[in-house]
């Protein structure tokens, strides 16, 4: 069965500082993999997504992740961070089991931004 | 284009109280999903529906909850009775095709409180 980690429960940063937010995930085959952010009393927005392709994948609001096969992650990064972006971080993998397809999200990361 | 719309966004019902969830799905939506997210917790999948039909309801505790969609539209989802543990915030989805690589979009969700 396929399975996410987040290992980081919460982040601080300063506001203007870099960020990476970890996810490492568990699933045979080629994985679909997704970063959603929750803000406080909304649902899930999705900022990026990989299915295939050029490793280095773009998402709105400035955020960037990576994949890495050979590690098992798709980090979540951003080169400079604003105090809106302080939210939870989802990581998710989706795949097919019984014929439907599943959506697995990890526990999230906090993210706190500093002034 | 209007979102995932969810009522009511707060409930607050003491346990043995039966309580319901509606959710309208993006317009042209064919796959609904009902997800359960507790307190520090990523989203869980309740049930999912293609149009009218539930083709994954295996996490539903089907003594007490139950759900419909029945014009294969907006959907409802139900509690009775309602115990403590039920206390959480519940989210729908929905998403134009039922494959892992199509995006799911959340509504902002119902926050249940049993006391």
């Known amino acids: 069965a396929q399975s996410v980690t987040q290992p980081d429960i919460h982040i601080t940063v300063s506001e203007g500082a870099s960020l990476e937010l970890r996810c490492n995930y568990s699933y045979g085959a080629t994985p679909y993999l997704f970063w959603y952010v929750q803000s406080p009393g909304q649902g899930l927005q999705l900022l990026l997504k990989?299915?295939?392709?050029?490793?280095l994948v773009q998402g709105i609001k400035g955020f960037e992740a990576e994949f890495k096969r050979s590690q098992s992650s798709f980090n979540l990064r951003k080169p400079s961070v604003h105090w809106s972006d302080a939210a939870e971080y989802f990581c998710a993998v989706g795949s097919m089991n019984s014929g439907y397809s599943t959506l697995t999200f990890g526990k999230g990361t906090m993210l706190l931004v500093s002034p | 284009e209007a979102g995932v719309v969810q009522s009511p966004r707060y409930k607050i019902i003491e346990k043995k109280q039966p309580v319901a969830f509606w959710c309208n799905p993006i317009?042209?939506?064919?796959?609904l999903y009902w997800y359960l997210q507790n307190l520090g917790q990523g989203p869980e999948l309740l049930i999912r529906y293609e149009n009218e039909e539930a083709v994954d309801d295996s996490q539903l505790p089907k003594d007490r909850f139950s759900a419909e969609r029945l014009k294969g539209v907006d959907s409802t989802l139900k509690i009775q009775p309602a115990e403590l543990g039920d206390s959480a915030v519940y989210l729908c989805a929905s998403s134009s095709g039922g494959t892992p690589q199509e995006t799911q979009y959340f509504g902002p969700g119902t926050r249940l409180l049993v006391l």
């Open positions: 317009s042209g939506h064919n796959t």
């Open positions: 990989y299915f295939s392709g050029d490793t």
